[in-house]
């Protein structure tokens, strides 16, 4: 379980969590322990100060000795303190009244405050310090003891530290509490957060493995707008492009199968025949002739099938240069006025311009060939294909149009694939290797131009290639 990606994750979002809760709650403590403490110090320097003003009142003679007595009791009570009066000058005139202080004097004073110590405290400054006791530790506060503006002493408190122990005592046990409650808290946050953060690449994982063996159906649902939510969309866009791959490699195949299979068959039969002397003289000249034919008609397909992965892997190598089109169109349409004459074609051409293009001018008639046998293909007899060359936005647009059947709509973005056919019913002896479109397509988007149709049912269809114009030399040299 710890071992995958959840168990990680939630053992560091685990750790984390714990770890920045034990770290506050140090601090916390640390805080408090101070707070306490220090106001532990405030309270007993404010007793020692109302100590000294009223051991400075009974030496005046203002109060007297029991009248002092009773309040240094009751400050001891109040703090949980014992309280030392400590060395005090007699040459003030005040011999009798400092004797009596004297007898609130203890060895705390000497055990808890240095040399040092006192003689700060002579000095006017109030000292405090902490002792640790093997019990409890004891906070020590002097204040000096005035006589008419001259320090004369001074006054300690010492008082247990319980109510500090307690008070973190108590803290401490809070903090513990709050540590469980925290580490339910984060193990309940942390096991859904991995959950939600995993279980996406955990059917990542499980999808690819489905993809590996062949199933391109796998998807990934992930209905964030995060990171994930990309790499899941991401995911599932490579898995519908590999099952196009793959459904177009399987196409391949079979189109290839078929292209291949009538013809070597028939050649086979052909061969066969002649072997085996069954032809008379005039039969084995027509079969050999027809045979003839297809062997010609495959060695296409395969030169089309080899020029078409040229293209695609960017083998082919483009010799541009300024190129006239429209004498391009007017040489293809001499090499094909029998195919013309054939089938009672007319040809009308829309030359408005006289237009010249960066490009390869075999390539471009290689494009032009391919769009007209197509026209010529799918025209019935004595039909009219328009062939024409219009400019527009620095490209000049090439366009042959036919009167034939028409395109289906929902078609026409997959007609320049490879071996696709819209009637399904067209045979091989037809024409055509299927692959002209998608040559003239590759050889569009080498010359960084577009292709495209336009087509109605009945009304024929327009085929066009678009290339940049000719601007200069400069240009391209």
Request: with cysteine; aromatic share 8%; charged share 25%.
């Amino acid at each position: 379980m710890f071992k995958g990606i959840f168990g990680r994750l939630l053992l560091t979002s685990l750790g984390v969590i714990l770890i920045i809760t034990a770290i506050l709650l140090l601090l916390l403590s640390y805080t408090y322990t101070n707070f306490y403490t220090a106001e532990k110090e405030k309270r007993l320097t404010t007793a020692g100060k109302e100590i000294t003003n009223l051991a400075e009142r009974y030496l005046q003679g203002e109060i007297a000795k029991s009248d002092l007595t009773d309040k240094l009791k009751g400050t001891a009570h109040k703090h949980d303190s014992e309280i030392s009066i400590f060395p005090l000058e007699t040459n003030l005139g005040i011999e009798k009244n400092a004797e009596g202080l004297k007898r609130f004097t203890t060895h705390l004073t000497n055990d808890y405050f240095s040399s040092t110590d006192i003689a700060r405290v002579l000095a006017g400054e109030t000292v405090s310090k902490v002792t640790p006791e093997p019990e409890i530790n004891l906070m020590s506060v002097a204040v000096p003891l005035k006589f008419e503006g001259k320090v004369i002493g001074g006054v300690s408190l010492h008082s247990p530290m319980y109510d500090v122990t307690a008070a973190s005592a108590r803290l401490y046990r809070l903090s513990a509490v709050i540590i469980v409650i925290a580490a339910l808290v984060a193990i309940i946050l942390a096991y859904f957060f991995s959950d939600y953060f995993s279980r996406p690449l955990q059917q990542m994982s499980r999808a690819a493995l489905q993809i590996a063996q062949g199933n391109f159906s796998e998807k990934v649902t992930v209905k964030t707008k995060d990171e994930l939510g990309a790499l899941a969309d991401s995911f599932n866009h490579m898995a519908g492009q590999l099952a196009k791959v793959e459904k177009t490699r399987r196409e391949l195949i079979a189109n290839i199968s078929h292209e291949l299979r009538t013809p070597m068959s028939f050649i086979s039969g052909v061969l066969q025949g002649v072997n085996d002397a069954t032809f008379s003289d005039r039969d084995r000249e027509k079969y050999v002739t027809l045979a003839l034919s297809e062997i010609e008609r495959v060695n296409g397909l395969i030169n089309d099938m080899l020029d078409l992965a040229r293209l695609e892997h960017g083998d082919v190598k483009l010799e541009r240069q300024k190129v006239n089109v429209q004498e391009l169109i007017l040489e293809v349409l001499a090499e094909k006025e029998p195919d013309f004459l054939q089938k009672k074609l007319e040809p009308h051409l829309h030359f408005k311009e006289d237009p010249y293009v960066l490009a390869d001018p075999n390539r471009v008639k290689q494009m032009i060939i391919n769009l007209l046998d197509n026209a010529i293909k799918f025209s019935g007899q004595h039909s009219l294909i328009q062939v024409g060359v219009d400019i527009a936005d620095g490209m000049a647009e090439v366009w042959i149009k036919d009167f034939g059947p028409g395109i289906p709509e929902e078609e026409q973005e997959y007609i320049w694939d490879r071996f696709y056919k819209v009637d399904k019913t067209r045979k091989p002896e037809q024409g055509g290797s299927g692959l002209g479109l998608a040559i003239t397509k590759m050889l569009a988007y080498a010359h960084n131009g577009t292709v495209g149709v336009k087509s109605e049912i009945g009304q024929g269809s327009t085929f066009y290639f678009m290339l940049p114009l000719w601007q200069a030399e400069e240009r391209w040299c």
